[in-house]
């Protein structure tokens, strides 16, 4: 089971992005969809889908959370062909961050922002050297911005299987704000590569929950060793939802959640949800607790 699994945020739009973004990558399918009732959002569709064999989550949750580009998605295309393809897809509807072209770190690049507000990098690898086909690339900015060098030391200390790459700083004159430290770094955790770097200009935007990391957790101690070390925000916490000291949002959650969701009768499984909906970090024993609450008052 994949460790860390991005999630996007979407109003109404999850199934369609999913299917559009499915549509773009080989080894790609659909593999779950759940409506989740009676939420503080109404009901919610929540779809899972695999990208070149990758595990995402989206969820239609309503407009209370936009896309930016502090968290992009960037794709290691193996010609100019799939680069240009990839990019007039994704173009149709969507905003053009940076164009298509020749750069000093890339012989074809572009950034985008596609029609339902993702960004995504796309970039020509040489001789099929990535790693990973899509990378999350973090984009400290504003409030966090100069902090990229010092969140990923953090979350590589926190993680197991998790390593730190290339650091590369900004030269004089480089960077436009003068917080901004890191040019590039890439680094790995939970098995995930990752790629990061402080945004060179001054910019309001900042993390936020439409993009989101969830943690698969085996058990009730790892829910409660990555809450303690990566909840920072209290007011942000919900439902397992939480905010790191960066900014940036994560959930953190049992690997079986939807058998913990739904292995029970109908109003088994509302209890469990009813009582989900009222915790901050999650508690096994008090769902479990909540599922039977009706037969122990018998």
Excluded at 54 to 67: C, D
Excluded at 123 to 145: M, W, Y
Aim: charged share 25%; hydrophobic share 40%.
């Amino acid at each position: 089971m994949q460790k860390i699994v991005p999630h996007l945020w979407y109003d109404k739009e999850a199934k369609e992005a999913a299917l559009f973004y499915i549509s773009l990558f080989e080894k790609s399918k659909l593999l779950n969809e759940t409506v989740i009732e009676n939420t503080p959002s109404g009901d919610s569709e929540l779809v899972s889908f695999e990208l070149a064999g990758q595990e995402f989550m989206a969820i239609s949750a309503g407009p209370y959370f936009k896309f930016n580009p502090s968290v992009s998605l960037m794709v290691a295309c193996e010609s100019v062909e799939e680069v240009n393809t990839k990019w007039k897809a994704l173009i149709e509807g969507g905003t053009e961050l940076m164009p298509l072209g020749e750069y000093p770190f890339s012989t074809w690049f572009g950034w985008i922002q596609d029609r339902f507000g993702l960004s995504w990098q796309l970039t020509l690898t040489d001789n099929g050297q990535a790693v990973q086909k899509i990378t999350p690339h973090l984009l400290f900015s504003s409030d966090s911005c100069g902090k990229a060098e010092e969140a990923i030391k953090y979350y590589t200390e926190v993680f197991d299987d998790s390593k730190l790459g290339l650091i590369s700083k900004y030269g004089a004159g480089e960077a436009m704000s003068l917080k901004a430290k890191v040019k590039y770094a890439d680094f790995k955790l939970g098995g995930m590569h990752f790629s990061a770097m402080d945004h060179g200009f001054d910019v309001d935007f900042n993390f936020n929950e439409a993009f989101s990391l969830m943690i698969n957790c085996k058990d009730q101690i790892e829910i409660d060793y990555f809450w303690d070390r990566l909840s920072a925000v209290p007011e942000a916490e919900q439902c397992g939802w939480i905010k790191d000291k960066f900014g940036l949002s994560w959930q953190i959650v049992p690997d079986n959640m939807n058998e913990v969701l739904y292995k029970g009768s109908k109003d088994e499984n509302r209890r469990v949800f009813e009582a989900l909906l009222k915790m901050k970090k999650i508690d096994l024993n008090a769902l479990e607790i909540a599922r039977f609450e009706n037969d122990k008052k018998v």
